[in-house]
Every structure is written in C-alpha cells, then in structure tokens.
C-alpha cells in the first residue's frame, strides 16, 4: 500500500518556476515506478512525466521536454518534478501516481497502469 500527498503548487507568473514534491508513505516506495499527471478545467487528465524505481529513467511528454524535470529520492521516500518556464497552458491540477512493480525499467504514460495516486496539487500560471 502507498499513500500519496503532493505540495508545492501556487500561483506564478509566467517564466517562473515551480517544485512540485510527492510524498509517500509505505515500505514499496523504493520500488515503485512514479509518474505525474495534470488534468486542466475541462480537459482529460494527461500525462506529464515518469521516472523508474531505480531512477536512471526518465519520460515526458512532448511539451514539457527541455523545461521540467522528475527526479526521485528513496531515502526520503519523495519524487519530484522541478518546471521551468512555466506557461499559462501549464495550468492544471497536477497528480502524482505510483504503481509497484517488480521491473526496475518500468514506466508509463497511461494513468490506469498506476495502482496508487495523490489528492492533488493546483498549478496556476498567469500571463
């Protein structure tokens, strides 16, 4: 079992930047593959980015590439996801999700594969 809590979502201008962080409470945080999610007013929730257990893989989406970034620290059982130049189309609630596994290498951008997910965190991005 693994319990999600997401922080560090706010109001920025845009250009600005923002950490978001993941807390995770369990003992299969280690091997548990993680991924954010956003899910703007009106829209489908999509996928953002994902990293492996181990940590040596990382995957975005198209339109994040180059400006933000997911990293994982086990020891303080925490993922994060550093933005950069932020845009107002960033706007979103943003999700963290993980899913046990026991494949060090896996990853995924569909939100079903994910077993576990967080309450949620509000990004907005003003122009």
């Known amino acids: 079992q693994v319990q999600l809590v997401e922080s560090g979502g706010g109001l920025v201008q845009a250009g600005g930047s923002l950490r978001l962080s993941c807390a995770a409470s369990?003992?299969?945080?280690?091997?548990?593959?993680m991924g954010w999610f956003r899910q703007a007013p009106g829209a489908v929730r999509e996928f953002v980015a994902a990293?492996?257990?181990?940590?040596?893989?990382?995957y975005y989406t198209d339109s994040v590439k180059g400006r933000f970034t997911i990293s994982r620290d086990n020891a303080k059982n925490t993922v994060y996801l550093q933005m950069n130049s932020l845009k107002p189309e960033d706007t979103a609630v943003y999700y963290c999700?993980?899913?046990?596994?026991?494949?060090?290498?896996?990853?995924?951008?569909?939100?079903?594969?994910?077993?576990?997910w967080g309450q949620g965190t509000q990004v907005t991005v003003s122009s």
């Open positions: 999700a993980a899913r046990e596994t026991s494949d060090s290498r896996w990853h995924g951008s569909r939100g079903y594969a994910y077993n576990y």
């Open positions: 369990g003992r299969t945080f280690s091997s548990s593959a």
């Open positions: 990293i492996t257990w181990d940590g040596f893989g990382t």
